[in-house]
């Protein structure tokens, strides 16, 4: 508990104790009256303050305003005429009590997020006449070298120069299992170094570093209000006067009949009891608090699995998504080059992966790096001689004095040498070895584990159609498309292309789901090259998108990981918060409903107004905290 709520909770227990104790002291009268005022200022008065603050910033109707009024006016009648007081300071305490639950339930949430989002890094370490020095991270600038100690957190983005060492990833990604990092990887701030000591120059100021954007984007989620939080704020507006003016008329009209129409008793004390009863009952408390609150949870549980929303528009657009566009490379990918099989060979494997890599040792290609990669071994270059590199065909050396030749059928033809078609889809290497044909090595943009599981996981959810943009040839884009089950796939497409196919299908959908806004597309790219399109999307999401400023800025989610299993737990999520939103609205609303009919006839009384304002408040409340909770979805 923080200073403030603990402070509230002796007021509580102050204003419940004494209460208690008045009720058996036999005083009447100004005397019982005064005692009884004590325990009411002690829980009340802040509202009290804050009533009065609104009425002379013209700011009156309010949750405020209505405890002031319904307990000033109790309190009133209990000393003109049943001397019972119990009711007023009933209302105030219990209404504390709403308040100092939401308080904790929302700093809970906070701590949560907190928790989770805990990389803020206090200070760097940098050398100086060799120790270490910990000065504030905005003082590094971009190119110095900085030291991380195990334990420690990663303050800027850079690059390993020195040692190897594992890293904990959980605060950002949301994944438990920590990453391995050498000399030469990059590295990224928020991380905290684990097992040996790095030394890192760093690649951005402070300020740009991904620890300080993600930070900002969390920050700024609240900014963004959804329609349903804005409903609310609406509705407020206008039910506050409206439930003020209707519980006066309440006071007022029915005496008035009853003396001047019937010629009756005008029962003052009971119609402005019930006036009174009716304002306690329409506070608007559950509904303002308890909304806000569920969409705030609904973004601490995301960002626990290493989901990002940038606001609660955004979360609640999710909820709607029908249609989802990936990009290929780097998406549904991992945008590497690997050897992905090695064919129609009579050495075996790893030999034939030596000769490659050995007779492509001197080339900076892609293609050769694979292979070099897939080897895996360090490479003895006094072993090569004559490495020729033939523009467009591939290479040609002499190894351990054999000839070897690695590139395309166009080497096989210029050499005479005979080779097998492959028929994998990707880039094929045939080799050539002492003159003969030694077979042929796959190298292939490798799909991700969980990419077709991914795309079933859309499905399920709702989703009812997926479309892949590449700008990859044809071929390779059908083939994995047809591998993953995707409906529709467009390949050899440039950044424009793609931006003018999102618009294609954006207006696809309207036709069929109509312009109402009730049916979203969302676009999924590695948040580099895509830009245009995740900021053109209904909705943007940007996965494996650590480090990247470009998806930051432009992409509405962010995924900490390159998983794409996390879009189908995104909707999950936002499916969920969205069902705890409209049940809450729904529960409030009918409780409300029925109890000021029931304050309205006289059949409710102010115990009753108590639940209905705080009973109810503090339900929504709990309902709302649900939404944190979204591990097992």
């Given at each position: 508990m923080t200073k403030k709520q603990k402070k509230m909770l002796i007021r509580i227990i102050t204003?419940?104790?004494?209460?208690?104790?008045?009720?058996?002291?036999?005083?009447?009268?100004?005397?019982?009256?005064?005692?009884?005022?004590?325990?009411?200022?002690?829980?009340?008065?802040?509202?009290?303050?804050?009533?009065?603050?609104?009425?002379?910033?013209?700011?009156?109707?309010?949750?405020?305003?209505?405890?002031?009024?319904?307990?000033?006016?109790?309190?009133?009648?209990?000393?003109?005429e049943s001397g019972d007081y119990v009711e007023a300071i009933a209302v105030m305490l219990f209404y504390q009590i709403g308040e100092l639950f939401q308080s904790y339930a929302v700093g809970k949430s906070r701590k949560n997020i907190s928790a989770l989002m805990d990389i803020r890094p206090d200070y760097a370490n940098i050398e100086e006449d060799g120790k270490l020095k910990k000065v504030d991270p905005d003082d590094v600038e971009t190119g110095a070298v900085i030291v991380v100690r195990p334990g420690e957190k990663v303050p800027i983005d850079g690059v390993v120069?020195?040692?190897?060492?594992?890293?904990?990833?959980?605060?950002?990604?949301?994944?438990?299992?920590?990453?391995?990092?050498?000399?030469?990887?990059?590295?990224?701030?928020?991380?905290?170094?684990?097992?040996?000591?790095?030394?890192?120059?760093?690649?951005?100021?402070?300020?740009?570093?991904?620890?300080?954007?993600?930070?900002?984007?969390?920050?700024?989620?609240?900014?963004?209000?959804?329609?349903?939080?804005?409903?609310?704020?609406?509705?407020?507006?206008?039910?506050?006067?409206?439930?003020?003016?209707?519980?006066?008329?309440?006071?007022?009209?029915?005496?008035?009949?009853?003396?001047?129409?019937?010629?009756?008793?005008?029962?003052?004390?009971?119609?402005?009891?019930?006036?009174?009863?009716?304002?306690?009952?329409?506070?608007?408390?559950?509904?303002?608090?308890?909304?806000?609150?569920?969409?705030?949870?609904?973004?601490?549980?995301a960002s626990r699995e290493g989901i990002l929303v940038k606001g609660s528009n955004y979360l609640e657009s999710l909820s709607q998504t029908k249609y989802v566009v990936f990009d290929k490379t780097g998406t549904l990918t991992k945008g590497v080059f690997e050897v992905n099989g090695i064919h129609h060979n009579e050495l075996e494997n790893q030999k034939i992966l030596e000769y490659a890599a050995l007779a492509e040792s001197a080339s900076l290609h892609p293609i050769s790096k694979s292979i070099q990669r897939a080897y895996g071994k360090e490479l003895d270059c006094s072993r090569v001689e004559n490495i020729e590199e033939i523009s467009g065909n591939g290479v040609t050396a002499v190894v351990d004095k054999i000839p070897v030749a690695a590139g395309n059928d166009k080497l096989m033809r210029?050499?005479?040498?005979?080779?097998?078609?492959?028929?994998?889809?990707?880039?094929?290497?045939?080799?050539?070895?002492?003159?003969?044909?030694?077979?042929?090595?796959?190298?292939?943009?490798?799909?991700?584990?969980?990419?077709?599981?991914?795309?079933?996981?859309?499905?399920?959810?709702?989703?009812?159609?997926?479309?892949?943009?590449t700008g990859d040839a044809k071929k390779v884009a059908d083939q994995v498309a047809a591998d993953l089950n995707i409906d529709q796939v467009y390949s050899e497409l440039l950044p424009a292309h793609k931006v003018s196919k999102v618009e294609e299908l954006l207006e696809e959908k309207d036709k069929r789901y109509g312009v109402s806004g009730k049916a979203k597309l969302a676009f999924v790219g590695d948040g580099i090259n895509d830009a245009p399109v995740l900021s053109r999307a209904d909705i943007g999401i940007a996965m494996g998108a650590l480090g990247s400023d470009a998806a930051i800025e432009a992409a509405d989610i962010v995924l900490m990981d390159d998983?794409?299993?996390?879009?189908?737990?995104a909707i999950k999520i936002?499916?969920?918060?969205?069902?705890?939103?409209?049940?809450?609205?729904?529960?409030?609303?009918?409780?409300?409903?029925?109890?000021?009919?029931?304050?309205?006839?006289?059949?409710?009384?102010?115990?009753?107004?108590?639940?209905?304002?705080?009973?109810?408040?503090?339900?929504?409340?709990?309902?709302?905290?649900?939404?944190?909770?979204?591990?097992?979805?």
């Amino acid at each position: 508990m923080t200073k403030k709520q603990k402070k509230m909770l002796i007021r509580i227990i102050t204003a419940a104790v004494l209460m208690i104790g008045l009720a058996f002291l036999p005083v009447d009268g100004y005397t019982r009256f005064a005692l009884y005022l004590i325990p009411y200022l002690i829980i009340g008065y802040d509202i009290l303050k804050k009533a009065f603050h609104g009425i002379r910033n013209r700011q009156v109707f309010d949750e405020n305003f209505l405890m002031a009024v319904a307990t000033i006016g109790a309190m009133a009648i209990g000393l003109l005429e049943s001397g019972d007081y119990v009711e007023a300071i009933a209302v105030m305490l219990f209404y504390q009590i709403g308040e100092l639950f939401q308080s904790y339930a929302v700093g809970k949430s906070r701590k949560n997020i907190s928790a989770l989002m805990d990389i803020r890094p206090d200070y760097a370490n940098i050398e100086e006449d060799g120790k270490l020095k910990k000065v504030d991270p905005d003082d590094v600038e971009t190119g110095a070298v900085i030291v991380v100690r195990p334990g420690e957190k990663v303050p800027i983005d850079g690059v390993v120069i020195e040692g190897n060492s594992s890293l904990n990833t959980s605060a950002l990604t949301g994944e438990s299992l920590p990453r391995e990092v050498k000399e030469e990887d990059e590295i990224i701030s928020g991380c905290i170094n684990m097992t040996r000591v790095l030394r890192i120059r760093t690649t951005k100021e402070f300020e740009e570093s991904t620890a300080s954007k993600i930070l900002e984007l969390v920050e700024n989620s609240s900014t963004r209000k959804s329609k349903s939080e804005d409903f609310i704020t609406k509705f407020a507006r206008y039910y506050t006067p409206a439930v003020c003016y209707s519980a006066l008329a309440l006071a007022i009209l029915p005496p008035l009949v009853q003396m001047v129409i019937l010629g009756g008793d005008p029962q003052w004390s009971v119609w402005i009891y019930r006036a009174l009863t009716f304002l306690v009952i329409s506070c608007p408390c559950a509904l303002v608090i308890s909304i806000p609150l569920s969409f705030f949870a609904g973004i601490g549980g995301a960002s626990r699995e290493g989901i990002l929303v940038k606001g609660s528009n955004y979360l609640e657009s999710l909820s709607q998504t029908k249609y989802v566009v990936f990009d290929k490379t780097g998406t549904l990918t991992k945008g590497v080059f690997e050897v992905n099989g090695i064919h129609h060979n009579e050495l075996e494997n790893q030999k034939i992966l030596e000769y490659a890599a050995l007779a492509e040792s001197a080339s900076l290609h892609p293609i050769s790096k694979s292979i070099q990669r897939a080897y895996g071994k360090e490479l003895d270059c006094s072993r090569v001689e004559n490495i020729e590199e033939i523009s467009g065909n591939g290479v040609t050396a002499v190894v351990d004095k054999i000839p070897v030749a690695a590139g395309n059928d166009k080497l096989m033809r210029q050499l005479g040498i005979s080779y097998i078609n492959c028929h994998c889809t990707g880039t094929i290497v045939h080799m050539a070895i002492g003159g003969k044909y030694a077979g042929h090595i796959v190298i292939s943009d490798v799909v991700k584990e969980s990419s077709k599981d991914a795309v079933k996981a859309l499905k399920e959810t709702g989703v009812q159609k997926t479309v892949m943009l590449t700008g990859d040839a044809k071929k390779v884009a059908d083939q994995v498309a047809a591998d993953l089950n995707i409906d529709q796939v467009y390949s050899e497409l440039l950044p424009a292309h793609k931006v003018s196919k999102v618009e294609e299908l954006l207006e696809e959908k309207d036709k069929r789901y109509g312009v109402s806004g009730k049916a979203k597309l969302a676009f999924v790219g590695d948040g580099i090259n895509d830009a245009p399109v995740l900021s053109r999307a209904d909705i943007g999401i940007a996965m494996g998108a650590l480090g990247s400023d470009a998806a930051i800025e432009a992409a509405d989610i962010v995924l900490m990981d390159d998983d794409p299993m996390k879009i189908a737990k995104a909707i999950k999520i936002s499916r969920k918060c969205l069902g705890i939103v409209y049940q809450n609205i729904v529960f409030a609303l009918g409780i409300k409903a029925i109890c000021l009919v029931l304050g309205a006839m006289g059949i409710a009384n102010m115990w009753l107004a108590i639940f209905a304002d705080v009973g109810v408040m503090i339900i929504a409340v709990l309902n709302a905290i649900r939404a944190l909770f979204v591990k097992k979805l």
